[in-house]
């Protein structure tokens, strides 16, 4: 059973995770679902890291977000997707903490009856109305462009 923090209620629309360390990394996300993510950083410098670090995650859940927003709207229009990928590069300030200053999203589509417009429509709509993780990222003051092209 999730704990409810102060303010919080069920009847919201609340999520629960919960990360644990068990002495050395990775540390292990565990989400309501029972679904696990594991996150690893190289602290001692003397192995790479195995798994994504905290940061690297928040870049992919930016494609992810934008990308599942793109697909639904592009399935809606009756496109054939053949591939679909996102390459995304971040600037971060150079102080502490080292948040994401910058980040562009290319977007790569592979689809035998869809159009650069019909693209960069629903690339924009999922970036500009629905995609979540990007509207946080921008309102921390992250600037959040995109680009899209037809392969």
Known sequence: MPFLISGFTEERDTMHVAVSFNGKLPLVGLNDKGQKTFFD????????????????????????????????????????????????????????????????????LTSPDCTLVELQKATGLSMEKYCSVAAMLRASGCAVTWSSEII
């Open 41 to 108: 950083a190289t602290m001692d410098f003397t192995a790479p890291a195995r798994y994504a670090s905290p940061m690297d995650t928040v870049l992919e859940a930016l494609g992810a977000c934008s990308m599942m927003d793109s697909i639904a709207i592009l399935k809606k229009m009756r496109k054939e997707l053949t591939s679909f990928e996102a390459d995304i590069v971040a600037e971060r300030a150079e102080e502490h903490p080292k948040v994401f200053t910058a980040i562009h999203i290319r977007y790569r």
